[in-house]
Nanobody
């Protein structure tokens, strides 16, 4: 079992920045990978960025060069630095942790980018 708690969402203007945080607790040593997903109103949830246990990172094309995923292992915390935000980045952002074939999710944090 893994518990995830996101924070850092809010309202920001186009071009602004936000940093999301996700604190993990529970069976942390069993986590294979973690990531950030987002779900905009009326759309399906989509992957934003991921990081493996070894530190390898991947990004959706829509956020490459603007978002950076990172982690602080000592703090059991995953981050998503979001720069040059656009109105189309508006969504609820979810933290994900994967243990073998099972996914764990946080409750999400809302990011709203005004034009």
């Amino acid at each position: 079992q893994v518990q995830l708690g996101e924070s850092g969402g809010g309202l920001v203007q186009t071009g602004g920045s936000l940093r999301l945080s996700c604190v993990a607790s529970g069976s942390i040593l069993s986590i294979n990978s973690m990531g950030w997903y987002r779900q905009a109103p009326g759309k399906q949830r989509e992957v934003v960025a991921g990081i493996t246990r070894g530190g390898g990172t991947t990004y959706a094309d829509a956020v490459k060069g603007r978002f950076t995923i990172s982690r602080d292992i000592a703090k059991n915390t995953l981050y998503l630095q979001m720069n040059s935000l656009r109105p189309e980045d508006t969504a609820v952002y979810y933290c994900n942790a994967r243990i073998t074939l099972r996914d764990y999710w946080g409750k999400g944090t809302l990011v709203t980018v005004s034009s």
